[in-house]
């Protein structure tokens, strides 16, 4: 029973120093001190990738909180438009509210461009939903569309000091530059207001 007990102490003992080689870097006493600052560098080194990995992984990224417009898409559009530095945040997204209120509600080129008129669908935590309409008169939304207006949806969302814009159609192919004209319509009254944009 004593040899039993100590062979089970001996694997206590084994199993201890392992854990502890492992979480703090031991080595044996025979290897030099040079290995043995090398594997105690190695081991934080993998300890710290993998933390950063999981971080990376876990906490998802403001810049790509709205999905990135597919490739070759001609009805989605994205940018991203910054206050100039002096202006706090409250009041870049007031600002940016009062731009997204002065869109014509009658739309742009005699309705040609979102001739339906548009709606806020939300305004909370410094991002915006909007949907954008065309008048339904057109020969596409008579023909492919029950006669029924089109609909583009708007996202904004604050992404440091920086806001991300993202206009895409629901439907079809091509968006005729409609999304582009209400971008450009936007844009314009934000570098009034000394806003600087990428992705033009």
């Known amino acids: 029973q004593s040899k039993k007990y100590c062979n089970m102490k001996i694997i206590q003992t084994t199993a201890l120093m392992a854990a502890i080689a492992t979480c703090q870097g031991f080595v044996a006493p025979q290897q030099s001190t040079s290995q043995t600052a090398l594997d105690m560098t190695s081991r934080r080194d993998a300890l710290a990738t993998s933390f950063a990995t999981i971080l990376a992984i876990s906490v998802p990224s403001a810049a790509n909180a709205i999905d990135a417009c597919p490739k070759g898409s001609k009805n989605c559009l994205r940018q991203t438009w910054t206050p100039p530095s002096s202006t706090s945040a409250a009041d870049a997204v007031s600002q940016l509210r009062d ?46 569309n029950g006669g029924k207006p089109f609909i583009d949806d708007l996202v904004i969302e604050p992404n440091g000091s920086s806001f991300e814009f993202r206009s895409a159609s629901r439907l079809g192919d091509s968006d005729f530059g409609v999304n582009g004209k209400r971008l450009s319509y936007i844009g314009a009254l934000l570098k009034e207001k000394g806003w600087t944009g990428v992705g033009l």
């Open 99 to 144: 731009v997204l209120n002065s869109y014509p509600q009658e739309g742009q080129e005699d309705g040609k461009v979102d001739g339906g008129g548009y709606t806020i669908v939300s305004d909370s935590d410094s991002a915006f939903k909007l949907e954008y309409r065309s008048s339904g008169k057109g020969f596409f939304a008579k023909s492919f």
